[in-house]
């Protein structure tokens, strides 16, 4: 496929431009400095200025699907789907926070006492984004939300999808690695099957 990722060298970015690389796709990294981009026959480097949502537009347009990966706080939520739409792309995969994951009926992480406040806008900001999403109709759009915690690690392939609770493993934690992570992605991307959906993964 021909993948436009979007943040493809931050901190989650990064793993998902790796892995679909390794999974032979033609990559358009879109960052802000394509000298970071590791070079490659099937990669194409592009700068982006995200605030340009025009150039946000035409950057997608022909490609197959494409992932964001970006701060969300820092962004015109509107603005930026709107470019996606414009752009035409048949489906696009946005990186979201595990903030808005429920741990208990009705109660979602970012509303626990225990929530970082640290964390709140860049929190507040991707839940607000699944918000507008879960509203866009015309937008063939999926969102991933990763475990309480992501950090590099093992790719190992093994791991669980969950729709809207914050998955915990038998010792109570709720983490993935960025490698298992961009796996999630990538399967994702090439098999469908969450059409205008969130969903999550996590061990």
């Known amino acids: ?22 999974r032979q796709h033609n990559v358009t990294a879109l960052v802000r400095n394509p000298a970071k981009v590791t070079a490659s026959p099937t990669v194409n480097a592009q700068e982006l200025n995200l605030k340009d949502y025009a ?33 035409g792309i048949k489906h696009v995969l946005f990186v979201g926070g595990a903030a808005s994951l429920e741990v208990a009926p009705g109660v979602q992480l970012f509303d626990t006492p225990e929530f970082p406040e640290m964390w709140k806008a860049t929190a507040g900001a991707a839940r607000d984004l699944l918000n507008i999403l879960r509203g866009e109709k015309e937008l063939n759009w999926t969102y991933l939300s990763p475990s309480a915690f992501i950090e590099p690690g093992e790719r190992t392939g093994k791991f669980r999808l969950g729709s809207e609770q914050l998955l915990v493993n ?25 059409n205008q959906q969130r969903f999550t993964v996590g061990y």
């Open 170 to 194: 038998d010792k109570g934690e709720s983490r993935i690695s960025n490698q298992d992570f961009a796996i999630a992605v990538l399967d994702e991307l090439e098999n469908p099957t969450h």
């Open 55 to 87: 150039a946000l537009s035409n950057a997608l347009k022909g490609h197959d699907t494409a992932v964001l990966s970006v701060h969300w706080e820092e962004q015109d939520l509107h603005k930026i789907i709107n470019s996606v739409k414009t752009s």
């Open 1 to 22: 496929m021909k993948i436009a990722i979007v943040g493809a060298t931050g901190f989650i970015g990064q793993h998902i431009f790796n892995e679909a690389v390794s």
